[in-house]
């Protein structure tokens, strides 16, 4: 037999496996685990826009759909980043339809990056940023973030990171894994920096809906930033259609052109059945985005407030589905609570060290489940801890 190692790139070899998935594996093969580890919505897509996408199998829309989407897809993103979030894509060229937020991510870094030129990363992040930063020939810079500025970038931090190879600053609000959502204050102060030194923002904004106690701000509607911005969303989280992978990008034209050249060549279009499911979301699916939003608002309140009544304490989530409390009044690592958690309490949690080193001390937890299954899980964890 060949050594068959040899053969694969040096890049792929150096990069970790996502610190999420052992923990997806030792809880998998668990009877009776009450998982909180899972990044998406326990609602099903609404059954009007799993119909509308029977419907389109039904009448044989199976075939390719444009490469950049159909076009009234496009028309009504355009027309729900107006009316939601004050921002005017043209829907010909300043839209495209991706297989995801995910491909849309890795699409805009391919597309912008120069070997060996820098994206800043705020940290605690999500797993994939600063490994897919890698995988387009950049190098990423981690900013380390903590509880005392609610895990936001300061733009002192912004200011001082910022060298002639630095391209982009990714950005995500309301985040992933810390709940918490920029200001439109912040976001301008940020604005400020980023013009000043001729940056793009990559603004990865996938829990935009999932914000509960202020307006959400889009970066790309802060006066001047549209064209430095390449936002980034999709229905996964707000629409609970996480297994459909349908995203999209909004960039300024010649950006979004150089994206779709790649989207061209490695996926061609999106899957037309899911195109057609998101298009009845937008038209008819708001109701139930709010409704689902009301619901997750309730078990935050519930979720949180409990956990700093048992010791665990936990800033206030402004977005998103996830609470970051810290566990070092334990004595234990990240990991330790976590492996010891769910192999005492049968309660899967993600240590805080997958997200950057600043996560280290402590634990992403995700509310997205029923309210029963919270408070079984928040009774567990209580048990755990007296122990």
């Known amino acids: 037999m060949i050594e ?9 070899q150096e990069l970790q496996p996502s610190g999420i998935r052992r923990f997806f594996d030792l809880a998998a093969n668990m009877e009776g685990v009450i998982s909180l580890g899972v990044g998406e919505p326990d609602f099903v897509t609404s059954w009007n826009v799993r119909e509308a996408s029977i419907l389109s199998l039904e009448q044989g829309f199976t075939s390719y759909t444009a490469n950049a989407g159909l076009i009234e897809l496009r028309e009504e993103i355009g027309s729900y980043l107006s009316s939601r979030f004050s921002i005017n894509y043209h829907p010909k060229h300043e ?15 391919r597309a912008i990056i120069n070997p060996g030129e820098e994206v800043i990363v705020p940290e605690p ?8 930063v890698t995988l387009s020939g950049g190098k990423p810079v981690p900013l380390a973030t903590n509880v005392k500025s609610d895990f936001k970038l300061t733009v002192e931090q ?11 600053l990714l950005l995500c609000s309301p ?33 935009a809906e999932l914000t509960y106690d202020d307006t959400f701000t889009s970066f ?23 297994g459909w992978r349908l995203g999209f990008v909004a960039a300024e034209s010649k950006l979004l052109a150089s994206m779709l050249k790649i989207h061209q060549y490695s996926m061609m279009c999106a899957p037309t059945m899911a195109q057609y499911a ?36 936990c800033h206030h989530p402004g977005g998103a589905f996830y609470a970051f409390p810290s566990i070092s009044a ?35 937890c995700s509310y997205a489940s029923s309210l029963e299954h919270l408070q079984e899980a928040l009774n567990r964890i209580q048990r755990f801890l007296k122990k």
Do not use: W
């Not at 839209?95 to 870094?109: E, H, M, N, P």
């Not at 912004?158 to 982009?168: D, F, G, N, V, Y």
């Not at 301008?188 to 940056?199: R, T």
């Open 4 to 12: 068959t190692s040899r053969y694969i790139s040096n890049t792929v």
């Open 95 to 109: 839209l495209f339809v991706t297989v995801g937020a995910s491909q849309a991510l890795d699409l805009a870094l």
């Open 125 to 132: 992040c999500f797993v994939a940023y600063g490994p897919l």
């Open 158 to 168: 912004l200011e001082k990171s910022i060298t002639p190879q630095t391209k982009a």
């Open 175 to 207: 985040s992933n894994p810390t709940g918490s959502v920029y200001s439109k204050e912040e976001l301008q102060e940020i604005a400020a920096i980023v013009d000043k030194n001729d940056l793009l923002v990559i603004s990865d904004e996938i829990y």
């Open 220 to 242: 790309a509607s802060l006066e001047g930033m549209k064209d430095r911005t390449i936002l980034i969303s999709g229905f996964s989280k707000g629409f609970a259609m996480t």
């Open 278 to 313: 998101a298009l009845e979301a937008l038209r008819n699916g708001l109701e139930d985005v709010e409704a689902m939003k009301k619901s997750y608002r309730r078990r935050r309140n519930l979720f949180v407030e409990s956990l700093n009544e048992m010791g665990l304490t």
């Open 330 to 364: 334990t004595g234990m690592t990240s990991e330790q609570f976590a492996e010891q958690l769910l192999l005492q309490e049968k309660v899967a949690v993600v240590p805080g060290h997958v997200f950057g080193p600043s996560g280290e001390g402590f634990i992403r």
